[in-house]
């Protein structure tokens, strides 16, 4: 197998018909809007796009032990990042479940296993921008909770997707693998 890559990733994607609320937030706070979907970052890195096909049957296997579940995106939650630097980002709910699925694709890719090497561990989120300033953070979190309307999704696929360099360095899907048997 090669080395990991920052071109790939194993990612749970909200459904499409869900993905304007999101989009409104990330286009308002977002660097990296115009480069991600929306989603939840199971593997990053990953393995190169030209080995997608032979580490698809094991994800395969992996994830027919993973019934679909059910996923809310109810609450923000922010990570620090040093001096005054924060990423906000939705709080996927039931965490169990999408710690579970991550554990299980980090089982057969043991190698890949940088988002769960945070002193916290692998911390389910969907990110929606970057935030600067200590003072800034609570307000904004503050305000886009109190204004937030729930959304909520049946996790029944993951996303293996795939980017090229600049300036055609836009994220997209290389193939889906569902949940459960």
């Known amino acids: 197998m090669s080395l990991k890559t920052h071109k790939t990733a194993v990612v749970l994607i909200p459904p499409e018909e869900l993905f304007e609320p999101i989009q ?15 989603h ?7 393995r190169p796009r030209d080995e997608f096909d032979m580490v698809r049957p094991a994800l395969r296997d992996a994830c027919k032990s993973i ?17 005054g630097s924060f990423t ?14 991550q554990a299980t694709l980090e089982s057969v890719l043991p190698d890949c296993n ?33 204004s937030w309307k729930p959304l909520a999704f049946r996790a029944e696929k993951i996303s293996l997707i795939w980017r090229n360099e600049r300036p055609d360095d836009i994220f997209r899907v290389g193939c889906l693998i569902e949940l459960g048997p």
């Open 114 to 146: 940088d988002a769960s090497r945070h002193a916290a561990g692998f911390t389910p989120h969907l990110s929606v921008g970057q935030i600067r300033g200590s003072d800034k953070i609570g307000h904004v979190q503050e305000d886009l909770q109190a």
């Open 88 to 101: 906000l980002w939705l709080a996927p709910e039931p965490t169990d479940a999408v710690v579970r699925l």
């Open 24 to 38: 409104v937030l990330r286009r308002e706070h977002d660097r990296h809007f115009e480069r991600w979907m929306p």
């Open 40 to 46: 939840i970052t199971l593997v990053y890195p990953f």
């Open 67 to 83: 019934a679909p579940f059910e996923l809310r995106l109810a609450r923000f939650r922010n990570f620090r990042h040093g001096k």
